[in-house]
């Protein structure tokens, strides 16, 4: 075989490499953008919902918001199993103390009760999860369970 031909299929050899690999990572990026902005906006979601439903409440496990939101328990890139998988959620949280908090400087809340578990910071730019959830007790203050002194 000629140089010239080596030469060729060499380089069409790493072409096709180097757009293989290019595109995995493009689609693993897009899976991210696509992806991760939704999963912290449908768990705010689910969470305000079960908030609505329950007297103002927090949840406190997933099986919870599996009961509150059964419409997102099928199966789907947004169901609750998948938000299990990719959303982590403070059960613990106090809506009575999440309502009082005041907002910082960058006009988001001191909290975090929301958040994706691989520790990326990704979301639409109107519905950042714990700005959804603190915009949401400042509307229903007046009928948060109180906190009871200690």
Same mark, same amino acid.
């Given at each position: 075989?000629?140089?010239?031909?080596?030469?060729?299929?060499?380089?069409?050899? &790493?072409?096709?490499?180097?757009?293989?690999?290019? #595109? *995995?990572?493009?689609? %693993?990026?897009? %899976?991210?953008?696509?992806?991760?902005? +939704? +999963?912290?906006?449908?768990?705010?979601?689910?969470?305000?919902? *079960?908030?609505?439903? /329950?007297? /103002?409440?927090?949840?406190?496990?997933?099986?919870?918001?599996? !009961?509150?939101?059964?419409?997102?328990?099928?199966? #789907?890139?947004?169901?609750?199993?998948?938000?299990? %998988?990719?959303?982590?959620?403070?059960?613990?949280?106090?809506?009575? &103390?999440?309502?009082?908090?005041?907002?910082?400087?960058?006009? %988001?809340?001191?909290?975090?009760?929301?958040?994706?578990? /691989?520790?990326?910071?990704? *979301?639409?730019?109107?519905?950042?999860?714990?700005?959804?959830?603190?915009? +949401?007790?400042?509307?229903?203050?007046? !009928?948060?369970?109180?906190?009871?002194?200690?």
């Amino acid at each position: 075989m000629p140089w010239r031909s080596r030469l060729l299929w060499f380089v069409l050899g &790493v072409s096709i490499t180097g757009g293989s690999v290019f #595109g *995995y990572f493009a689609y %693993q990026a897009m %899976q991210m953008v696509l992806h991760d902005p +939704y +999963y912290v906006e449908h768990a705010a979601s689910c969470v305000v919902h *079960y908030l609505e439903a /329950n007297n /103002n409440r927090w949840p406190t496990s997933w099986d919870d918001l599996r !009961r509150a939101n059964p419409d997102r328990i099928i199966s #789907g890139p947004f169901s609750i199993e998948v938000l299990e %998988q990719n959303v982590i959620i403070d059960w613990n949280a106090s809506p009575s &103390v999440l309502a009082h908090a005041k907002l910082r400087d960058d006009d %988001q809340p001191p909290f975090r009760v929301i958040w994706l578990r /691989n520790g990326k910071s990704i *979301y639409w730019s109107s519905t950042e999860p714990n700005r959804s959830i603190w915009e +949401y007790l400042q509307k229903h203050k007046d !009928r948060l369970p109180q906190i009871k002194p200690e």
